[in-house]
């Protein structure tokens, strides 16, 4: 079963490498952009039974190894 | 208007991040997972009358900064 995991830094948290590409991206002339985020993005295959197995498995690797959970959020999605 | 750029190594590019991370989730435990991809995800707010207007400029940016043509394919999303 393939699993999507989004890791994103909390709401108020600075994101360097966001705004980074955000100046980078004005100099480059895209002006209107704007409230840039960087974020990880983690796909996988899972051995589970099911999608709500999956998701649990993976929600638990997230919060052992894919995320700090003091800056970051991450949200969890199967594919197939 | 919110747009979301995923930047995915191309298959057949070596991926020693998500190698690296799939050692470290069967090192926990997690035995069970395999093919773990790390990949890049853009999200920023674009100036645009519409989506289409919209995912042609983000493509453009993605074309001249977010993603190395050589080894990186991306794909995007208009959100709202």
Known sequence: MRARVIVRLKPGVLDPQGAAVEDA?????????????VQKLIELDVDAADADACKLLVLEMADQLLRNPVIEDCGVEVLQ
């Open 25 to 37: 991206l004005h100099t480059l002339g895209f002006t209107g952009a704007s409230n840039v985020r």
